[in-house]
């Protein structure tokens, strides 16, 4: 098996100082479009979709989904028609997001927030599946049983790329951790960096999505306490600083996802969290085209953060 994606060492005045090493995992570079995790995630899923010749997917998202984004352009590759149930207004349809998974093709069906909630309600989704039969749906975030063997073929790399004690990821979903889990098979210690403010659920919802032999499984943990205020949310400080690594390192994070993950590393590490001569791996699950909606919203200043691929010209 070769590994789909590089290893990186990274080097950093703290990492220096603490004895640490760090490399770090460049799912972001699988693909040029597609987020790296939600490639992991959505490979198996559609190759099932294919296998069963299913007359399409759908799948459900908000307006600036890595998710929405990835599916849409996976399926255009696929050649398999898709649907995307989106919470939030039609005149969002343009956002960068957006007017990509319409370009590849995605059929975006908006919704409001009432009906966004019931995207795991089992009436709801059996009233779905009659509506579109021979439609297979995938969860929010492509989180499901099938994402976690794309996902742990991670592990399955990197232990032929070097060896390690910990690996850290952010977590939204879960679905990422536990794939991780179910590939690591307790090799390593796993550390999910939890990016919204509802933790509780967070873990039971990753024991959910594994199957009942590793649901023991206890070489894992999810920190709470980076978050920075909720789901997408950060201070201008949280992302200057995420800016400032990104530029030590050379590699392009975003504040969402990946920057949490980054604040994690840099706050465990100064605090003694890790043993000198700890050897951490780093997941860069990908997402950088969820900057978009946040330079549309004047959230960040386009000037300051990567260049994203112009938006296809609107139809
Ligand atoms: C979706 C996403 C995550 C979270 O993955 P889960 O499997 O939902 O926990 C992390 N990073 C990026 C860039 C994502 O798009």
């Known amino acids: 098996m070769t590994a789909l994606s590089k290893l990186q060492s990274i080097s950093h005045p703290i990492f220096k100082k603490h004895h640490i090493s760090v490399a770090i995992k460049r799912d972001d570079q699988i693909n040029n479009i597609i987020s790296g995790n939600k490639w992991r995630k959505l490979k198996h899923n559609l190759r099932h979709a294919k296998a069963a010749t299913a007359k399409g997917i759908i799948t459900f998202g908000g307006c600036f989904s890595n998710h929405i984004h990835a599916a849409a352009f996976a399926c255009y590759q696929?050649?398999?028609?898709?649907?995307?149930?989106?919470?939030?207004?039609?005149?969002?349809?343009?956002?960068?997001?957006?007017?990509?998974?319409?370009?590849?093709?995605?059929?975006?069906?908006?919704?409001?927030?009432?009906t966004y909630r019931l995207r795991n309600d089992e009436d709801y989704l059996q009233q779905l599946q009659q509506q579109y039969p021979d439609h297979i749906i995938v969860p929010e975030g492509g989180s499901n049983t099938l994402a976690l063997a794309g996902v742990a073929e991670i592990i399955d790399e990197l232990n032929q790329q070097t060896e390690f004690d910990t690996l850290i990821t952010p977590v939204g979903s879960g679905g990422t951790l536990a794939g991780l889990i179910l590939g690591d098979k307790a090799q390593h210690q796993l550390i999910g960096i939890s990016v919204l403010k509802q933790q509780d659920y967070l873990e039971s919802q990753v024991k959910e999505l594994l199957p009942a032999e590793a649901k023991k499984l206890n070489n894992w943990s999810i920190m709470n306490q980076y978050h920075c205020g909720g789901y997408a949310k950060f201070s201008q400080q949280d992302a200057e600083k995420v800016r400032e690594f990104s530029q030590v390192t050379g590699i392009d994070f975003e504040p969402v996802y990946s920057g949490k993950m980054i604040l994690a590393l840099l706050d465990l590490i100064e605090s003694g969290y890790f043993q000198p001569q700890h050897r951490i791996i780093l997941l860069h699950t990908g997402g950088i085209q969820g900057l978009a909606g946040m330079f549309e919203r004047g959230i960040l200043n386009e000037d300051e953060w990567p260049t994203l691929p112009l938006p296809p010209m609107s139809k």
């Open 78 to 114: 696929q050649n398999l028609p898709i649907i995307g149930i989106i919470r939030g207004e039609v005149s969002n349809q343009d956002n960068y997001t957006l007017a990509w998974a319409k370009h590849w093709g995605m059929q975006l069906n908006f919704v409001d927030r009432k």
